[in-house]
């Protein structure tokens, strides 16, 4: 089992920046790919970024390019998501995950955080 805990999320206004935690727990972190899923209301839950095992590798969604940075800390357990330029529609609940495959795909991911609130102010 893998136990995740997101933190920092809040409200902000357009245009301005939020660093995202993800604390994990459990089995070794760094057998596992990490990736940060959004699910705004009556929407389904898509994703935003992942990084594979060692950090090297890092896939985006198109919507997030260039204004959002995924990294790890290996020895702190920790993924992190950097968030700048936000836009109101940056709003939703965010979501770690952890799974064996680096991936895009919801079904890769065995382990989610309970998810942390972004708030986007235009």
């Known amino acids: 089992q893998v136990q995740l805990v997101e933190s920092g999320g809040g409200l902000v206004q357009a245009g301005g920046s939020l660093r995202l935690s993800c604390a994990a727990s459990?089995?070794?972190?760094?057998?596992?790919?990490m990736g940060w899923f959004r699910q705004a209301p009556g929407k389904e839950r898509e994703f935003v970024a992942a990084?594979?095992?060692?950090?090297?590798?890092?896939y985006y969604a198109d919507s997030v390019k260039g204004r959002f940075t995924i990294s790890r800390d290996n020895a702190k357990n920790t993924v992190y998501l950097r968030m700048n330029s936000l836009k109101p529609e940056d709003t939703a609940v965010y979501y770690c995950a952890a799974g064996p495959v680096f991936s895009r795909q919801k079904y890769n991911y065995n382990y989610w955080g309970q998810g942390t609130q972004i708030t986007v102010s235009s």
């Open positions: 990084i594979s095992w060692n950090g090297v590798s890092t």
């Open positions: 459990g089995r070794t972190f760094s057998n596992y790919a």
